[in-house]
T-cell receptor, first 114, second 111 residues
Framework: GAGVSQSPSNKVTEKGKDVELRCDPI?????LYWYRQRLGQGLEFLIY????????KSGLPSDRFSAERTGESVSTLTIQRTQQEDSAVYLC????????????FGQGTRLTVV | QKEVEQNSGPLSVPEGAIASLNCTYS??????FFWYRQYSGKSPELIMF????GDKEDGRFTAQLNKASQYVSLLIRDSQPSDSATYLC???????????FGSGTRLSIRP
């Protein structure tokens, strides 16, 4: 596609429910990143996918968070048993060949846990 | 020590002046350095990237990299009110290809 596409744009969920966020990267981009941005804060790295290599999951804050990506296509970020502190904007980015090339961001998913 | 550090600001600069934004990083072997701009409620967008020591200019923007001092900066000449935003410094560390972001500096250009 022309840009990184994320869905949904907004998600309100009840505490304890599971949510799934989707990211469709730019066509041909082998690298995909997920970040979390709390209100007024910087970007917190969550997970990085590069082609068919094992993902770098070092930023996932707990085992309630998981992500998948099949090949160089769509990625999903799943948060199980959501907590109020999970409320944030979740940003996805993709880049052509990894961290040494610029990353392009989607519009983000604003998650609110009530 | 944070991997990428920035002064959170706000940095207030008069219109037409030079805005200077600074960033330090902890991994001496870091390879690539990026500056992103983020308007309130929007996603980050890339302004500049730099890989080698020295200066890189693009229009009103100049990125400066000093690997010995582990320091990267962004200069904005002839600052405009539309430059008011949060500026995020980002670094690719030597150990991995992920991109790590600083917490950002909020810049305000006063007319």
């Amino acid at each position: 596609g022309a840009g990184v596409s994320q869905s949904p744009s907004n998600k309100v969920t009840e505490k304890g429910k599971d949510v799934e966020l989707r990211c469709d990267p730019i066509s041909g981009h082998t690298a995909l990143y997920w970040y979390r941005q709390r209100l007024g804060q910087g970007l917190e790295f969550l997970i990085y996918f590069q082609g068919n290599s094992a993902p770098d999951k070092s930023g996932l804050p707990s085992d309630r968070f998981s992500a998948e990506r099949t090949g160089e296509s769509v990625s999903t970020l799943t948060i199980q048993r959501t907590q109020q502190e999970d409320s944030a904007v979740y940003l996805c980015a993709s880049s052509f060949i990894g961290g040494n090339t610029e990353a392009f961001f989607g519009q983000g998913t604003r998650l609110t846990v009530v | 020590q944070k991997e990428v550090e920035q002064n959170s600001g706000p940095l207030s600069v008069p219109e037409g002046a030079i805005a200077s934004l600074n960033c330090t990083y902890s991994d001496r072997g870091s390879q690539s350095f990026f500056w992103y701009r983020q308007y309130s409620g929007k996603s980050p967008e890339l302004i500049m990237f730099i890989y080698s020591n020295g200066d890189k200019e693009d229009g009103r923007f100049t990125a400066q990299l000093n690997k010995a001092s582990q320091y990267v900066s962004l200069l904005i000449r002839d600052s405009q009110p539309s430059d008011s935003a949060t500026y995020l410094c980002a670094v690719t560390p030597s150990s991995a290809s992920k991109i790590i972001f600083g917490s950002g500096t909020r810049l305000s250009i006063r007319p």
